[in-house]
C-alpha cells in the first residue's frame, strides 16, 4: 500500500533553516508529482509547493518563493522540502502528499525565539 513519511520538523528560531524529508513507498515514484502542504492552527491546508516526477519543473506558493527549494532523489523514493530565511509565519505541520489521495501524517515546523 501507498505510505508517506515524513521527518525534519522542528523548533528553529527565525531566519533559520530546516530540511524536510518524505519517504515514500507502494508506487512507482518517479511516475507522480509529489507535492508539500502545510497547515497552521485555526487556517486551511496551502499548498507549499510541487515537483514533477522527474523533477525537471517546480513550483513554489508566494510566501515561500526564494527561501524554499523541493527536491527529489528518485533512487531513494524521499521528496525534500529545504526551508531557508524562516519567519513565525512558516509555523504548521507540513505534510507531503501525491496523486491527490495519499498524505503523510506531517511534521510540526515551529519558528520562534
Known sequence: QVQLAESGGGL????????????????????????WYRQAPGKGRELVAEISGAGGITSYADSVKDRFTISRDNAKYTVYLQMNSLKPEDTAVYYCSTMNTYWG?????????
Not at 528553529?12 to 507535492?35: A, E, H, I, K
Request: charged share 10%; with cysteine; proline share 3%.
Open 12 to 35: 528553529v528560531q527565525p531566519g533559520g533553516s530546516l530540511r524536510l524529508s518524505c519517504v515514500v513507498s507502494g508506487f512507482t515514484f518517479s511516475d507522480y508529482f509529489m507535492r
Open 105 to 113: 501524517q506531517g511534521t510540526q515546523v515551529t519558528v520562534s525565539s
